[in-house]
């Protein structure tokens, strides 16, 4: 099965909702905050979609123009679009995929900081998590008042319980080291101060 990228897989789904046009579709990830899970801007959305045309996953429905805007093109899954998309969801939410997110780059090499830098810039970056939290729970609140079927911000609930996990290491961490709890001076590895030779004189 040919590969898809995010954005395509993201455009599949709200296509399997309901038959919608491009624009329409970026409008409607910006108001479920989609652009949090997958990068997307509208000239890209549209090159996705004419891809997923192009592979027989998705079809043109019509075209209607509303007042002095542009015409815009409906389309809408085909059975195979379906099929792609229920393929990949399955692999996708199945199997762990190997990321290689920034942070945990940098928290591999935080010992080249020294241990109040180390601190502050672990406590600016909870104060930022921090800030996301809040926003995922209004995010939360709003789509609940709505009465959205919880199925479908599942993703929210699921960064929103990162973004927690998160901010309690991120805080834990900090108070560690702000402690002494993590040595931050001396040998990477222990060094031994007794030989570890065992073999005997002969002539003993």
Do not use: C
């Amino acid at each position: 099965m040919t590969s898809l990228t995010p954005l395509a897989y993201a455009a599949l789904g709200l296509l399997a909702e309901a038959p919608m046009h491009p624009y329409e579709m970026f409008q409607l990830m910006l108001r479920r905050r989609e652009d949090e899970n997958v990068k997307v801007r509208p000239g890209t959305l549209y090159h996705q979609i004419g891809r997923l045309v192009d592979l027989g996953y998705a079809e043109q429905l019509g075209t209607a123009r509303e007042g002095n805007r542009p015409e815009r093109t409906t389309y809408a899954i085909t059975d195979a679009g379906r099929d792609a998309l229920l393929t990949g969801l399955r692999r996708m939410v199945a199997e762990p995929a190997d990321e290689y997110p920034e942070f945990h780059l940098a928290v591999s090499h935080v010992d080249n900081l020294s241990d109040q830098d180390a601190v502050a810039a672990l406590r600016a970056r909870t104060e930022a998590i921090r800030a996301r939290l809040e926003q995922y729970d209004e995010a939360a609140t709003g789509l609940q008042a709505k009465g959205l079927a919880p199925r479908y911000w599942l993703d929210v609930s699921y960064v929103r319980a990162m973004l927690a996990a998160q901010l309690e290491w991120l805080t834990a961490t900090a108070d560690r080291i702000e402690r002494g709890d993590v040595p931050w001076d001396g040998p990477a590895l222990p060094t031994d101060t007794e030989p570890t030779s065992t073999s005997k004189d002969p002539t003993r």
